[in-house]
């Protein structure tokens, strides 16, 4: 057991150094001996000779000597010879001799006994043997009374009797906990230090939450990580700190109040890690890494890891490798997953099947399932499915699933739904969805809408975009614009479209353009007017190969006078396969006096149904002379209108045909 003392009478008596010993662990509730000396305090001649003063003042009948020497003794582990003089001291009224004597009388296992003691020295006023007394009765399950001599400790200001109360405190959620970890904190206190810090980050997460501004949390794991695969693989990021709002007041004042209140706990996990507390450290580093301090937070995860926190060892891992270095963090991680880290182990696998070694990685995903990490599980689902075992891919998936993955839940469902069991399916999605797996609302939704349940199929389309899934908003835009409500199509369509959907764009584009009136040339000599907004939504699409949006943008072009740019978008849109950007650059070459390649391209859109083509094609054909040709593009393009095109054409035809029996 370790010891303390009981510093208040120490200093009095003026005969020890003063110095202050850090002996908190991960749970420091120590009791000790009032004259503990200090680390870094004298040598061991000197320790020898000011126990031969104090021994022969004690003989002599100093009661401050025998209770100085008790405690010498009693941290040598002599009790016997301790307790004599300990005894003789408290017979004189010393109050730290009846504290080390509660001490010693403890460790022999006569409670009650060193209880009585401990209870004089108290009452006495000895803040150690308020803490002492009261950690006793709390052992014994005497809340009330552990309470009630705890708290006359910490307001003595005994460090770890201050502690003791809040952890009291704390055990019965008592909101007035914080105040006493603060009050050991700014005295050195390590695992009050630590235990503030946590506190304060937890208010810190929930002003987050309350301004929905949170980034992330620290939390056993962090945010999910991608591998090289695309997939969602269960590896996580080391934990990050929470994103902050703007100013002012509601959601944005309540995210000042989170940062403010996380930059406190920074400072005291700060003050916890130098004094060698590793989880400190960890937290420490996440914050700094939430931050960007990257480097300062490497180092502050190197220290937790050297100290064995296989957490740090991960979480150092992923910032190697995110700095390019996967070989140093192949090295951290496989320490980690040595040390029973379970993240670490799914990413070394995830490491390995990037690289295309399936069986070392199958064998750390196993690792990690073996660790307790339901990721391990979900991540050989995605193992075997990449190659095609699906069988097994099944089987993990739902090990997974049951152990409450939501992703594998979902997994799982979309296995089922692609062997032709949309009935087994429907309850995977549901239970993932419902668990918070975006990409199972939307799959709800695609099944409800294979069912022409609209209704239900928009709600979980609905849910997923609210939670950012872009496809979903799209959908949901879709139907906004279905039932005529442009407004909220147009809100739905942006979040899409910003979320980098190409059809999103191109139908807010469609959506902005109708409220805008048609623009002609530019007059000569006036200057080109600028991009509309739609204009740079339909070429955000264009660029991304969407070739309706690309003939709209062409078209636009032409209408400004720019037939360089309109060119060029025909071309892209009509080598894709557009059967209007094809026929609209005919119409461009035709009029540059290009026939014979404007020719090509109506042919091209001819053949894929385009009746204008098909006209222009007879036109062209009729006035060369040939005259059976143009009957046969008039065919097509009677065939193919629309109504205008086919009277056309039709005309057109009875003309040739006349031609050709004269």
């Not at 409450?404 to 969805?433: C, M, Y």
């Not at 191109?506 to 959506?511: D, G, I």
């Amino acid at each position: 057991m370790d010891f303390m003392g009981d510093r208040a009478t120490l200093l009095e008596t003026g005969r020890f150094v003063q110095g202050q010993v850090d002996k908190s662990a991960e749970g420091e509730n120590s009791r000790g001996v009032t004259g503990a000396t200090p680390a870094g305090g004298p040598t061991e001649s000197a320790d020898a000779e000011t126990e031969a003063r104090h021994r022969r003042a004690a003989d002599g009948g100093d009661v401050a000597s025998m209770s100085v020497l008790g405690a010498l003794l009693l941290r040598r582990g002599d009790l016997d010879a301790a307790e004599n003089y300990l005894r003789s001291a408290t017979a004189g009224g010393d109050r730290a001799a009846a504290n080390n004597l509660g001490v010693l009388l403890h460790q022999r296992g006569y409670t009650e006994e060193a209880s009585g003691w401990w209870r004089v020295a108290a009452v006495a006023g000895s803040a150690a043997a308020a803490h002492a007394l009261g950690r006793h009765y709390r052992e014994q399950g005497d809340e009330p009374a552990a309470e009630y001599w705890l708290r006359q400790s910490a307001e003595q200001g005994h460090a770890l009797g201050a502690y003791a109360l809040a952890d009291l405190l704390e055990h019965r959620s008592d909101v007035g906990s914080e105040r006493w970890l603060r009050a050991a904190a700014e005295q050195g206190h390590r695992e009050a230090s630590y235990r503030l810090a946590r506190a304060l980050e937890r208010r810190a997460r929930q002003a987050a939450r309350t301004g929905n501004s949170v980034r992330a949390v620290i939390t056993g794991n962090g945010p999910r990580d991608r591998t090289g695969d695309g997939a969602d693989s269960g590896v996580r990021r080391a934990p990050v700190g929470i994103g902050g709002g703007g100013p002012g007041t509601g959601p944005g004042a309540e995210a000042d109040a989170g940062q403010s209140l996380l930059a406190e706990a920074a400072q005291w996990y700060r003050q916890s890690a130098t004094r060698g507390h590793r989880r400190a450290a960890l937290h420490l580093g996440a914050i700094l890494e939430g931050r960007g301090e990257l480097k300062e937070a490497g180092r502050w995860y190197l220290t937790a890891a050297e100290d064995g926190e296989a957490r740090a060892a991960c979480a150092l891992g992923f910032l190697l490798r995110d700095a390019g270095d996967e070989e140093s963090a192949a090295v951290w991680w496989l320490r980690a997953a040595q040390d029973g880290d379970g993240n670490a182990a799914n990413a070394l696998g995830a490491l390995h099947a990037a690289r295309g070694e399936q069986q070392t990685a199958e064998r750390w995903y196993r690792a990690a399932m073996d660790a307790g990490d339901v990721n391990g599980a979900y991540n050989l689902g995605l193992l075997c499915t990449a190659q095609d075992r699906t069988a097994q891919a099944e089987q993990w998936y739902r090990r997974a699933a049951y152990a409450g993955h939501r992703e594998a839940a979902n997994a799982l469902a979309v296995l089922l739904l692609q062997a032709g069991d949309p009935t087994g399916a429907e309850p995977w999605f549901s239970k993932a969805a419902e668990a918070g797996s975006v990409d199972a609302a939307f799959n709800l939704g695609i099944l409800y809408a294979g069912r022409d349940d609209d209704r239900a199929a928009l709600l979980w389309y609905e849910r997923a975009a609210a939670a950012g899934h872009t496809e979903a908003a799209l959908q949901v835009g879709i139907a906004c614009l279905r039932d005529g409500d442009e407004q909220a199509a147009e809100r739905h369509l942006r979040c899409a479209a910003g979320g980098g959907s190409t059809e999103a764009a191109f139908r807010l584009a469609t959506v902005l353009d109708a409220r805008q009136p048609p623009q002609g040339a530019p007059a000569l000599g006036e200057t080109q007017p600028e991009k509309t907004e739609c204009e740079q939504w339909y070429e955000r699409a264009a660029e991304h190969g969407h070739r309706r949006a690309q003939v709209r943008v062409g078209m636009l072009a032409a209408g400004r006078g720019d037939m360089t740019d309109a060119a060029r978008w025909y071309r892209e849109a009509a080598e894709a396969g557009s059967r209007n950007g094809a026929f609209n650059l005919g119409l461009l070459l035709a009029r540059e006096g290009s026939e014979r390649e404007a020719a090509l391209w109506w042919s091209r859109a001819a053949q894929a149904g385009h009746g204008r083509a098909a006209l222009r094609l007879a036109l062209l054909a009729a006035r060369r002379g040939e005259l059976t040709e143009g009957q046969h593009w008039c065919a097509r393009a009677v065939e193919l209108g629309p109504s205008e095109v086919t009277e056309r054409a039709a005309r057109l035809r009875e003309a040739l045909h006349q031609e050709l029996t004269a």
